[in-house]
C-alpha cells in the first residue's frame, strides 16, 4: 500500500516516463529505504535513502543517497522536507551511513539544501571527443557491445571504479539497474579487448543517445589513455559520428560544472579517516549542526586521530557549520560520482 501512494505522489511532482517510472519502482525503490510523511489516505511527503559505497581516504564507507525527494503541491513552503530530511538524517546515523549524497532536481534546489547541511562537493567536467580521420581499430583490439548483466563484466567495472579515490561506487544489483536504464534510453555498452585476451577488457564505455542526433558517454574507463581514445574512435566509426560529447572527473586545471552534494553524518567517523589519512593536520574545530545533535561539539585532530569532547580545550578554534566542514573535507578530493539515475 505503501509504494502505491509514493508512487502516486512521484507521479503527481515529477514529469518522468511510465517506463522509467516502472523501471524505478520495480527495481530502487522499496518500502526498507523509503521514509515518509503520511496524512489521511494520502502520502504528503516521500523520499528514497538509496544505499551507495564510496572510496574515500583508503577506505570503502557506506553512504546514502536522498532520490526521490517531494512534497505534495498542497504542502509545500511548510517545512514538510527539511522535517523528513532531518528524520533521514537521524536513521542514517543509526545504521552507520557516514555521508549522504544527492543530486539536485532543479539549479535552485542547491541552497535548499545548503540550508540542511549539503554542500556542492561533486563537480562533473564536459569534454569533446573528436574523431581522428586518419585513425583505424588496429588488429590488436577488438570491440563487443552489450547492453546486458555479466558478472565478469560487472567484475572489470568494479575492478576499474575501485581506482578512482573518492568516488560513489556501485554495487552489482546497482548495476543491473544502470543497464535497465540504459536499454530504456536506447543506449549501449562498448568494450575494447585486447587481442588473445578474450576475457579481458581494456576500456569500457557507457554510450547513451544525445541531442540533437548526438551520443552521450556518461562513463569512461580504460586501463590507458591510449586504448581510451582507440574505444572511442570507433563508437564514432561505427555511429557515423564526428563528435562525442563526455562526462569525467574534473582535471585539477578545471573547476567544471556543479553536479551533486554530499552531507556528513557521522562527524567522527569521518575526521577519524581524514586524520588518519593527513596525520601531519593539526585542527581544533567547533562543529554545529542543526539537524544532528549528536555532531555538535568540539574535535581535535592531531599525529593522525582525531578526539571528540563535550567540553571546549585551551587554544582557538575553528567554528564551522555542517555544510562548510563538508566543504572543507571533501572540495579537496574533487568527489566523483556517475551513472546515477538523476
Not at 32 to 44: F, Q, R
Not at 300 to 306: A, E, I, S, V
Request: proline fraction near 5%; charge should be negative; include cysteine.
Amino acid at each position: 500500500m505503501m509504494k502505491e501512494k509514493v508512487r502516486q505522489l512521484w507521479e503527481r511532482c515529477f514529469h518522468d516516463s511510465p517506463a522509467f517510472t516502472d523501471l524505478y519502482f520495480r527495481m530502487r525503490y522499496s518500502n526498507e529505504v523509503n521514509i515518509a510523511i503520511p496524512s489521511g489516505e494520502s502520502v504528503i511527503a516521500a523520499l528514497q535513502m538509496l544505499p551507495y559505497p564510496m572510496t574515500f581516504c583508503g577506505k570503502t564507507i557506506d553512504t546514502s543517497y536522498i532520490s526521490g525527494a517531494c512534497t505534495h503541491p498542497d504542502f509545500r513552503g511548510k517545512g514538510v522536507m527539511r522535517e523528513l530530511l532531518a528524520e533521514s538524517f537521524g536513521r542514517m546515523h543509526t545504521q552507520g551511513v557516514l555521508l549522504s549524497t544527492l543530486i539536485p532536481a532543479e539549479p535552485w534546489l542547491f541552497d535548499y539544501y545548503t540550508r540542511s547541511g549539503y554542500a556542492p562537493v561533486f563537480h562533473v567536467q564536459t569534454d569533446i571527443f573528436t574523431k581522428d580521420a586518419d585513425s583505424i581499430l588496429t588488429s590488436d583490439y577488438s570491440i563487443t557491445i552489450t547492453d546486458s548483466f555479466d558478472p565478469q563484466l560487472y567484475a572489470c567495472f568494479e575492478q576499474k571504479m575501485q581506482h578512482r579515490p573518492c568516488c560513489i561506487q556501485h554495487t552489482a544489483e546497482d548495476f543491473k539497474v544502470i543497464l535497465a536504464d540504459l536499454r530504456l534510453s536506447g543506449g549501449h555498452i562498448y568494450l575494447l579487448h585486447p587481442m588473445q585476451q578474450y576475457d579481458a577488457t581494456a576500456a569500457m564505455a557507457f554510450v547513451y543517445p544525445d541531442e540533437p542526433n548526438g551520443l552521450l558517454v556518461g562513463e569512461l574507463l580504460a586501463d590507458s589513455e591510449e586504448e581510451a581514445r582507440l574505444l572511442l574512435q570507433h563508437i564514432c566509426q561505427m555511429n557515423g559520428q564526428t563528435n562525442l560529447r563526455l562526462l569525467c572527473p574534473v582535471s585539477k586545471e578545471r573547476e567544471g560544472e556543479k553536479l551533486g552534494m554530499a552531507r556528513i553524518i557521522d562527524v567522527h567517523a569521518v575526521l577519524q579517516l581524514f586524520a588518519a589519512t593527513h596525520p601531519n593536520i593539526e585542527w581544533n574545530l567547533t562543529i554545529t549542526d542543526e539537524q544532528l545533535d549528536v555532531n555538535n561539539g568540539y574535535y581535535y585532530l592531531n599525529n593522525g586521530h582525531c578526539m571528540k569532547s563535550a567540553k571546549r580545550l585551551t587554544g582557538s578554534h575553528l567554528a564551522l557549520t555542517i555544510s562548510e566542514l563538508t566543504t572543507k573535507i571533501l572540495a579537496p578530493q574533487h568527489p566523483y560520482m556517475s551513472l546515477m539515475l538523476n
